[in-house]
């Protein structure tokens, strides 16, 4: 039996979490499909456009890389260290004895590679070596001069530090080394009284530019090691130094090269798949969304289309006192058609009785059916259970009738949208879900085959280069490798599509305004649609009209479970995974650029979120216009409106007077049986009321179950 994974509101069915780097390049990879018609400049012969994305996403790389291996990494502890290797640096004396000592012995500070003192090369060892050395060549008649001596202790040195810093992580290296760096410059520039509290003002953000800069000028060709000692004046230049530096920038450079070639190859494929070249309109191309799970496209509505539907989405847009304002948004939200307002409300709304549905020819319109059923409603719809977190209200879906060829017909109506007076404006919806098909398909597979996007990298490095216990908190993991490509569709076992189908989808219609006096959205909530009352699996957006704004971001994240690494330390978790001690056990995976045109289709596993985005002109006002898709899980089905009569008072009103009209009653008779038979119904501020209930509930539910979840948070074991 056909089942799709649905929400996902705990971590025992959350998503297994991946490491950081994958799904920075996964984003990374979607930050240039989201880019309308990338492939006209990513497969230009000149590829000067190519190369700056790649730049810009390498930079990217490596401050995300820097950034989330500082976080846990404690700073004081990393610097005591070095304190520490100072031969005879009293580390439990008082201040002045301390200041006597670095008066005395410590000009400058040296790099050291990270091993414990005892493993370490001490400088008294290396000339102790030499003296032992150079006696026992006397003795064996001077097979060996002086200088050959210190030559080949200085290789040895050298092997010894390259074959040690295997099991070291590149990037945390070159941090290392260089907040050394900035210690021993913050001593050059300091008074000598301000030594021994130095280690207060230290922080990672110096260190984090400079190896960012660095390894972008060596990649740039702007910097190599005979150029490195001016470029950095406190840098550690010591023969055997200089060759660990650079036995980590040779490996950072391996991964960012892995990194780029991947992204390369996978856009690559999607171009050669799509048969896409630097002429391409892509008309009809619809394209690997910007994170996994995710489809979208920018040329599915066809212009005459789009025409009409802007006109007749227009007719809503009524005068600025009846606008239906999204409670909570400050006059910013629009709301269109929502599914909240005359929502059903369990214990309150009827339906028709289950045995006389489908009783009517799929053929008769929309009109007739709403008409015909209007005043059957004889069912209260219950509560499925009395569980506090059940809903107490449901969003009403309409039937979607799909055929073989894809081909849509909208077989009952829209709450909130009169198909008597927005005939036309149904067309055009229907048109406009028959494009979507194919990328519901595309989704639905992805869920139906239970997949959760499971990791393409290689993790052998990573498991390889785990530390003994003793070692927790004091290294990076080395970081996994990357796939050659990345492939971004997967065979699916059991392809499913929703042609040859009836559906249940939630249809909204809303809009953002900006203007001069209120210029900036605040940005949404994480949030998922719906709850178990709707069972609603995926989502569909066209962004019909983006005018005047600034880049407008859809966020996504997911819910993860724990690693198997769950007993490692701070450090590890949050340096490969970005999984925080008590905090969410959530993974950020990417963001949707809204532009005009897009239609993007991404499964109800995922939260996501409207980032803030302003007018672009402040002096003018700009719109953000959206219609959306709720699908509703094709395998069950819950009350519609092919079940549930209208409940809006004004729809029945127009409907029962013209049948009393033509039965000649009083005008007392009339009121009292039109009383009686919209009775059933809501009038808007009833409608209001329950809408204002539905929205605390499901933010409180958010709330709860996503910010305040305890269950939710990443806690590590103390061994």
């Known amino acids: 039996m056909v089942s799709f994974r649905g929400r996902v509101l705990a971590e025992e069915d959350g998503y297994y979490p991946r490491a950081l780097v994958e799904l920075n390049l996964r984003a990374s990879i979607g930050a240039i499909l989201s880019k309308p018609q990338w492939w006209r400049k990513w497969l230009s012969e000149d590829g000067v456009v190519r ?66 003192p005892e493993d370490e090369f001490s400088e008294d060892e290396e000339d102790d070596d030499d003296d032992d050395g150079e006696e026992e060549e006397e003795e064996e008649g001077g097979r060996e001069s002086k200088q050959e ?4 202790k200085q290789a040895a040195k050298i092997k010894w530090i390259l074959e040690t810093n295997e099991k070291f992580e590149p990037f945390g290296q070159l941090l290392w080394y260089f907040t050394l760096a900035e210690l021993t410059r913050q001593i050059k520039t300091r008074p000598v009284s301000d030594w021994p509290t130095v280690l207060e003002t230290i922080t990672w953000q110096p260190s984090i530019e400079l190896a960012k800069e660095l390894l972008m000028k060596i990649r740039a060709s702007r910097l190599d090691k005979s150029t490195f000692n001016t470029w950095c004046p406190e840098a550690d230049t010591r023969p055997f ?15 960012l090269n892995a990194l780029r070639n991947c992204i390369i190859r996978t856009l690559d494929e999607v171009a050669r798949t799509a048969k896409l070249t630097a002429a391409s309109t892509g008309e009809g191309f619809i394209s690997p969304g910007p994170v996994d799970e995710t489809w979208m496209s920018d040329s599915l509505i066809p212009s005459d289309l789009k025409t009409a539907f802007v006109s007749q989405v227009a007719v809503l847009e009524v005068p600025e006192e009846k606008k239906d304002w999204h409670p909570g948004s400050d006059n910013q939200v629009l709301d269109l058609v929502h599914p909240s307002l005359y929502c059903c409300v369990f214990g309150k709304t009827k339906r028709v009785p289950s045995t006389g549905r489908g009783s009517d020819s799929v053929e008769i319109g929309v009109v007739e059916r709403m008409e015909r059923f209007a005043f059957k409603g004889t069912e209260v719809i219950l509560k499925g259970s009395d569980n506090y977190w059940d ?55 992805y869920l139906v085959n239970k997949y959760s996007s499971s990791s393409q990298f290689d993790y052998s490095s990573v498991k390889d280069s785990y530390w003994s216990m003793d070692d927790f908190g004091s290294h990076p993991p080395h970081l996994p490798n990357a796939p050659e490509r990345y492939v971004l569709e997967p065979d699916y076992a059991m392809p499913y599509s929703i042609k040859g189908t009836t559906i249940q989808v939630i249809v909204k219609i809303a809009e953002i305004h900006l203007t001069p006096e209120k210029p900036q959205y605040p940005g949404g909530s994480w949030h998922i649609e719906g709850s178990d009352s709707e069972n609603i699996v995926a989502t569909g957006l066209y962004y019909f009209g983006c005018d005047n704004i600034t880049e407008s971001k859809l966020s996504f994240r997911v819910i993860v479970q724990e690693p198997d690494e769950v007993d490692k330390d701070t450090l590890s978790m949050a340096a490969m995974y970005g999984l925080r001690r ?116 499901r933010r409180e539910y958010n709330r709860c179950n996503f910010e305040g979840n305890s269950k939710l948070r990443f806690s590590l074991c103390e061994h």
């Open 241 to 255: 130094i200089m060759e660990a530096l650079w036995f980590h920038i040779d490996k950072a450079m391996e991964h």
């Open 582 to 697: 008590d905090e969410m056990l959530v993974q950020s995976l990417g963001a949707a650029t809204a532009i005009e045109d897009r239609c993007l289709v991404f499964p109800n596993t995922l939260q996501h979120k409207v980032e803030p985005f302003e007018l672009a002109d402040p002096t003018k006002p700009g719109v953000r216009k959206i219609l959306a898709f709720f699908l509703v899980d094709p395998t069950k089905t819950i009350p519609s409106t092919s079940v549930i009569p209208p409940q809006q008072e004004e729809w029945l009103q127009r409907l029962v007077a013209p049948m009393l009209e033509a039965k000649g009653l009083p005008v007392a008779a009339m009121e009292e049986q039109l009383t009686h038979l919209v009775s059933d119904g809501m009038t808007l501020e009833e409608a209001k009321r329950f809408r204002r209930e539905l929205m605390d509930k």
């Open 391 to 445: 809903d107490d209200y449901q969003w009403i879906p309409s039937d979607f009738a799909v055929d073989e060829n894809g081909r849509v017909k909208i077989q009952s109506y829209i709450n909130n949208l009169h198909p008597a007076d927005h005939s036309g404006l149904y067309d055009s919806i229907a048109s406009v879900f028959e494009r979507f098909v194919p990328l519901f398909d595309r989704v639905l597979s």
């Open 51 to 116: 190369e700056r994305w790649l730049r810009e996403l390498e930079e990217q790389t490596i401050g995300m890389l820097l950034a989330d291996m500082s976080e846990y990494w404690d700073m004081e502890d990393r610097i005591g260290v070095a304190f520490e290797k100072m031969d005879e640096f009293p580390v439990d004396g008082p201040d002045d004895e301390k200041l006597q000592f670095i008066r005395d012995k410590c000009a400058t500070l040296k790099y050291e590679v990270q091993f414990h």
């Open 149 to 152: 001596c210190r030559e080949r």
